[in-house]
């Protein structure tokens, strides 16, 4: 089998000695946050949870740095949604470097800027749009966040408990996800945020609005994941988008709903939100649109966008690397892909059949699958098994992630490309490693 289709092939330990010597010299180079999680996570399950070094990817496949193969159903966070390394992508990419790199961004754009503007515009739910290009998900939030003060001239946001947004200034204020994320810095956010309730477990519908707040006056934004992701794959209820839509026309505030998970086809619909049955005000989008460059946008109707438009707000918003013409020619070949390749309803069709094979197993120790297309929640019984769980599946030549505050709950979001052998080679791995447990 070619790499890319490949079943996982764990020849040495993982890591082994040439992973070992990396992991040595990432200790001693790296912000020591990230070895001193490491740490903690041995100290919570007794098991090692050194990282492995990848140095070759495609498809699903990956390679770590002592030849290991590997079944990525991460998709790299979410942004190899086509594969990694999709043969497109990287001869769209190699043709650009060939020719133009850089570009002088806002002042004087690339050809390839231009086109990426234009396409995302003609994928936006509303019949005028305008988009801005940044690199991040975090930027294309930052963007959101500042265009609802434009546009209303109000700065309260209401966000949601559990929400995850990213991790600078702007977006780090509206995360709900774990308080300890904001703690040292909370004297430098932004304070007037709402976070309300996330409907869904014990929390009904009707509670979770309730928690909105009394008064709306001052709020310009509502923000919210249509599926939060990091918080565990965590699906509200029908009917909870559309109140938080009619919250906001009554207020005069905007809808941002940040799609940099979800969106792009994920979860079997370009946009989840819009295929909930709502119309944003704004739409974030990242992860998956470079193809595994850089890439992000923050998406607005024309009527929304045009408070950036006024003589003394021009420009004032914009950064070096925004628009390039790199990143712009690998996202201008994914969003061409996922369009010929029709791999929006690839991932509706196949999540759903990944999902129902993963129920029907009945796996002893997974309380609940919880899917939208091709992102799915493995709900497990108790608090940090995660932890021990997605370690012992990449000592099975899985990669998947922890997920939820109580880190309870496997994350899988595997490349729309992945093969049905290498999703039940996952589910026999899963068994046995639960079943050992
Ligand atoms: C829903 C959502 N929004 C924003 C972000 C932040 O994106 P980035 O890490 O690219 O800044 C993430 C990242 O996981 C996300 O899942």
């Given at each position: 089998m070619e790499l890319g289709d490949a079943l996982p092939a764990i020849r040495k330990p993982v890591p082994a000695a040439a992973g070992r010597a990396w992991i040595e010299r990432l200790a001693a180079s790296e912000c020591p946050a990230l070895t001193t999680r490491r740490k903690r996570r041995e100290e919570q399950t007794g098991a090692s949870h050194d990282p492995i070094v990848w140095v070759e990817a495609q498809g699903a496949n990956v390679v770590d740095a002592d030849g290991n193969r590997y079944v990525d159903l991460t998709s790299g966070f979410g942004a190899a949604f086509v594969g990694h390394r999709h043969p497109e992508v990287v001869a769209a990419v190699k043709r650009q470097a060939d020719r133009l790199l850089h570009a002088l961004g806002d002042l004087h754009p690339s050809d390839m800027k231009i086109e990426l503007l234009e396409r995302l515009c003609a994928l936006a739910p509303w019949p005028q749009a305008r988009a801005m290009l940044s690199l991040s998900g975090a930027d294309a939030v930052t963007a959101a966040l500042k265009t609802a003060v434009m546009a209303t001239g109000k700065t309260g946001v209401v966000a949601f408990e559990g929400s995850y947004h990213g991790l600078t200034y702007g977006p780090l204020a509206v995360s709900g996800?774990?308080?300890?994320?904001?703690?040292?810095?909370?004297?430098?956010?932004?304070?007037?945020?709402?976070?309300?309730?996330?409907?869904?477990?014990?929390?009904?519908?009707?509670?979770?609005?309730?928690?909105?707040?009394?008064?709306?006056?001052?709020?310009?934004?509502?923000?919210?994941?249509?599926?939060?992701?990091?918080?565990?794959?965590?699906?509200?209820?029908?009917?909870?988008?559309?109140?938080?839509?009619?919250?906001?026309?009554?207020?005069?505030?905007?809808?941002?709903?940040?799609?940099?998970?979800?969106?792009?086809?994920?979860?079997?619909?370009?946009?989840?939100?819009?295929?909930?049955?709502?119309?944003?005000?704004?739409?974030?989008?990242?992860?998956?649109?470079?193809?595994?460059?850089?890439?992000?946008?923050?998406?607005?109707?024309?009527?929304?966008?045009?408070?950036?438009?006024?003589?003394?707000?021009?420009?004032?918003?914009?950064?070096?690397?925004?628009?390039?013409?790199?990143?712009?020619?690998?996202?201008?070949?994914?969003?061409?892909?996922?369009?010929?390749?029709?791999?929006?309803?690839?991932?509706?069709?196949?999540?759903?059949?990944?999902?129902?094979?993963?129920?029907?197993?009945?796996?002893?120790?997974?309380?609940?699958?919880?899917?939208?297309?091709?992102?799915?929640?493995?709900?497990?019984?108790?608090?940090?098994?995660?932890?021990?769980?997605?370690?012992?599946?990449?000592?099975?030549?899985?990669?998947?992630?922890?997920?939820?505050?109580?880190?309870?709950?496997?994350?899988?979001?595997?490349?729309?490309?992945?093969?049905?052998?290498?999703?039940?080679?996952?589910?026999?791995?899963?068994?046995?490693?639960?079943?050992?447990?």
């Open positions: 996800y774990a308080e300890r994320f904001r703690e040292p810095f909370q004297a430098q956010l932004q304070s007037d945020v709402h976070f309300a309730a996330w409907p869904g477990g014990d929390v009904s519908l009707d509670a979770a609005l309730g928690t909105l707040p009394e008064d709306w006056n001052g709020i310009g934004a509502v923000i919210v994941e249509p599926i939060q992701g990091r918080a565990g794959v965590r699906l509200p209820p029908p009917g909870f988008l559309g109140a938080l839509e009619r919250s906001c026309k009554k207020s005069d505030a905007l809808l941002i709903v940040d799609e940099i998970f979800t969106g792009l086809g994920r979860c079997g619909a370009w946009w989840r939100s819009v295929g909930d049955g709502i119309t944003p005000d704004v739409i974030c989008v990242g992860k998956a649109l470079g193809g595994g460059l850089p890439v992000s946008a923050c998406l607005g109707s024309e009527a929304v966008m045009q408070a950036w438009g006024t003589a003394d707000r021009e420009a004032i918003h914009t950064g070096t690397f925004y628009g390039d013409p790199l990143g712009s020619a690998a996202a201008l070949a994914t969003l061409e892909l996922i369009e010929r390749e029709q791999l929006v309803r690839r991932a509706a069709d196949r999540g759903e059949v990944f999902a129902a094979a993963l129920s029907a197993e009945r796996i002893p120790g997974v309380l609940e699958v919880r899917h939208a297309g091709m992102m799915l929640g493995l709900q497990l019984e108790r608090p940090t098994q995660a932890l021990t769980v997605t370690r012992a599946l990449l000592e099975h030549g899985y990669l998947v992630l922890p997920a939820g505050a109580k880190a309870d709950i496997l994350q899988l979001a595997p490349p729309v490309t992945v093969s049905e052998t290498q999703l039940a080679g996952f589910i026999a791995s899963l068994r046995d490693v639960l079943g050992a447990r």
